[in-house]
């Protein structure tokens, strides 16, 4: 049984920081891409960032480029996205997602890639 939970979120004022966590379990972690998308009521499922299975990849949507970075601790099963000078657009339900075994999508923000979920967590950022 594949599970992906991700914890970390909260709220923050404009300008903070969160870093948010995904712990996994029941794959090899170093054998799939990753990422981290975010919804808000009404919209698509957006994209944040991905990484590779290895971690020498990363990708990260315009919209956060530069002030969030996603990374992986294949040794601890461990998804981590570091948030930084949060703004009032962030605020989302974000969720943690891993490709397929056996994927070839690489690094992808596109949420069809991406095969498992987890339930979310919460981020609001106040102005």
């Known amino acids: 049984q594949v599970q992906l939970v991700e914890s970390g979120g909260g709220s923050v004022q404009a300008g903070g920081s969160l870093r948010l966590t995904c712990a996994t379990s029941g794959f090899v972690s170093s054998s799939v891409s990753m990422g981290w998308f975010r919804q808000v009521p009404g919209k698509e499922r957006e994209g944040v960032a991905a990484?590779?299975?290895?971690?020498?990849?990363?990708v990260h949507a315009a919209a956060v480029r530069g002030r969030f970075i996603i990374t992986r601790d294949n040794a601890k099963n461990m998804l981590y996205l570091q948030m930084d000078d949060l703004k009032p657009e962030d605020t989302a339900v974000y969720y943690c997602?891993?490709?397929?075994?056996?994927?070839?999508?690489?690094?992808?923000?596109?949420?069809?890639?991406?095969?498992?979920w987890g339930h979310g967590t919460q981020v609001t950022v106040s102005s």
């Open positions: 990484i590779s299975s290895s971690g020498g990849f990363k």
């Open positions: 997602a891993a490709a397929a075994v056996g994927s070839r999508a690489g690094v992808t923000l596109r949420s069809s890639d991406f095969t498992y």
